[in-house]
């Protein structure tokens, strides 16, 4: 391994989406490496704006992150378009 590897500490990883989502640790492995940063991100998004740190815009989630979670955009009632997860 050389000094420019990253560290993954896959427990806390599949610890805090067991702990959001309620999911098993056969299922947080299916998912794919895109899919866990991505959930890892929207969840520190809406911790930041809980806690009044808005944080930088690098939290928030564009349509493509979304679109490449498996999110589709769907038209609503009131004619306004939103992306479903």
């Known amino acids: 391994m050389d000094d420019t590897s990253y560290d993954i500490d ?4 599949v ?14 492995k ?3 490496l895109g899919q866990i940063t991505l ?3 929207v969840i520190k ?3 930041d704006k809980q806690n009044n740190n808005e944080g930088t815009t690098d939290n928030e989630l564009s349509i493509s ?10 038209t ?3 004619g306004r378009k939103e992306i479903v997860i």
């Open 76 to 78: 609503r009632e009131d």
């Open 65 to 74: 992150d979304l679109k490449a979670m498996g999110g589709k955009e769907q």
């Open 39 to 41: 959930l890892l991100k």
């Open 15 to 28: 610890d805090i989406l067991a702990k959001e989502y309620g999911w098993t640790i056969e299922y947080i």
């Open 10 to 13: 896959w427990a806390e990883i």
């Open 30 to 32: 299916s998912l794919d």
């Open 45 to 47: 998004a809406r911790y």
